[in-house]
Nanobody, 129 residues
Framework: QVQLVESGGGLVQAGGSLRLSCAASGRTFSSYAMGWFRQAPGNEREFVAAISRNGGSTSYADSVKGRFTISRDNAKNTVYLQMNSLKPEDTAVYYC??????????????????????WGQGTQVTVSS
């Protein structure tokens, strides 16, 4: 099992930047593919970014491509989401998620919410215009 705790959210003006962190408990963090999802009021939770357990493969939603960067530090049991050029439409609660992938290749990741078995509590990101 893994427990996830997000941090780094807050209020920022449009065009600004934030860096979200997700700290994972346990000694097997490197066996999990990780993802970031977000949910705005009245909307379903949607995919933002994903990274494989070895960090070598990443994927982004079209809406954030070129502005957001996902990365991980397996030595620190942490995954990050660097968000630049933020827009008001990026306002949402951001969640990190983990999927055990020990039986998959090291470059595997998933963009599907239903594939992830572990979730953090979320961190609010608000972008003002």
């Amino acid at each position: 099992q893994v427990q996830l705790v997000e941090s780094g959210g807050g209020l920022v003006q449009a065009g600004g930047s934030l860096r979200l962190s997700c700290a994972a408990s346990g000694r097997t963090f490197s066996s999990y593919a990780m993802g970031w999802f977000r949910q705005a009021p009245g909307n379903e939770r949607e995919f933002v970014a994903a990274i494989s357990r070895n960090g070598g493969s990443t994927s982004y939603a079209d809406s954030v491509k070129g502005r957001f960067t996902i990365s991980r530090d397996n030595a620190k049991n942490t995954v990050y989401l660097q968000m630049n050029s933020l827009k008001p439409e990026d306002t949402a609660v951001y969640y990190c998620a983990a999927k055990a992938t020990i039986s998959y290749s090291g470059s595997y990741y998933s963009t599907r919410r239903s594939d992830y078995g572990y979730w953090g509590q979320g961190t609010q990101v608000t972008v003002s215009s």
